[in-house]
């Protein structure tokens, strides 16, 4: 199974490629999109969906994993993120590619199978469960290849990731 994982964002958007069958996972490529902060808003969205295209035409995912929106305290940016997200879905729908969608709190329990992890725990649980490249990485780009894992644990397992269970780990029990 190839996923396609997007961490949406319009200034920095996380995407990771992942391949995986059965307990292993392999990533295929991960990088950051970013688009520059003086754009119009409308140039940077056409960034993103440019690059996603380029991606579902290069290693044609069987799945689009994205996490889902979570409320901040800044509305301009969360409707931003929206409106990304509005844009991967419509992709994936076009596309005809099935769409997942976790919240941040199931991303923690497939990857560190604690709820209420921080960002360095699911950081260091995210390089001992796939191989990484050498590159430094921003944190965008280590919350696609999560989103990503998460959508293969629950490929694999889907009672854990959807019911919450932050008692097993599909991902570290293997």
Do not use: W
Request: aromatic residues 6%; charged residues 20%.
């Amino acid at each position: 199974m190839t996923i396609l994982a997007i961490d949406p964002g319009f200034g920095r958007c996380g995407v990771a490629v992942l391949l995986g069958g059965g307990s292993a996972a392999t990533l295929l490529y991960s990088s950051c999109i970013e688009t520059a902060p003086k754009s119009k808003f409308s140039e940077r969205l056409l960034t993103v969906g440019n690059e996603v295209l380029r991606l579902i035409g290069e290693h044609s995912p069987d799945t689009i994993a994205i996490e889902e929106l979570y409320f901040t305290n800044n509305a301009k940016t969360a409707l931003h993120v929206a409106e990304v997200r509005g844009m991967l879905m419509y992709l994936a729908a076009a596309k005809d590619i099935p769409l997942v969608e976790f919240n941040p709190q199931a991303v923690k329990i497939a990857t560190t199978g604690y709820g209420r992890a921080t960002k360095e725990q699911v950081i260091k649980m995210t390089e001992k469960l796939v191989a990484l490249p050498k590159k430094k990485m921003l944190d965008d780009e280590y919350d696609a290849i999560a989103i990503g894992l998460t959508a293969l644990a629950q490929a694999r397992n889907p009672q854990n990731t959807r019911s919450g269970n932050t008692r097993s780990n599909p991902l570290v029990s293997r």
